[in-house]
């Protein structure tokens, strides 16, 4: 692959699918599923397991590459995981939550556990 520069049309092209591409995605559902529609048992189900099994799926992965064997023996991912659970049980707001864990979880890696 060559280090050349994307040509100009070429970026015009790509902004203009991503941008289609992003709309379909937001716009799809209301045309799929209008106001007054009874929405269909499977996707009633999948909207209630899917946000706890993306959950559940984040934490092994955030957990499978810890290291408790040596230096700092995980402290820092297991500090963050619990500031994530007890924010999200006392005020119940994922991006609170994980965005606290995330900023915890860097700050302690990058300056506490050096």
Known sequence: MSNLPVSFWRSVVIIL???V???ATRAIPFILFPE???IPKAVQYLG????????GMLVVYCFKSMNITSAPFGLPEII???????LHVWKRNNLLSIGMGTILYMVLV?????
């Open 17 to 19: 699918l991503v941008a």
């Open 21 to 23: 591409t992003t709309f």
């Open 36 to 38: 007054g529609k009874e």
């Open 48 to 55: 209630k397991v899917l946000p706890p099994a993306v959950i």
């Open 80 to 86: 963050a995981g619990i500031v994530v659970a007890l």
């Open 110 to 114: 990058q300056y506490v556990f050096v």
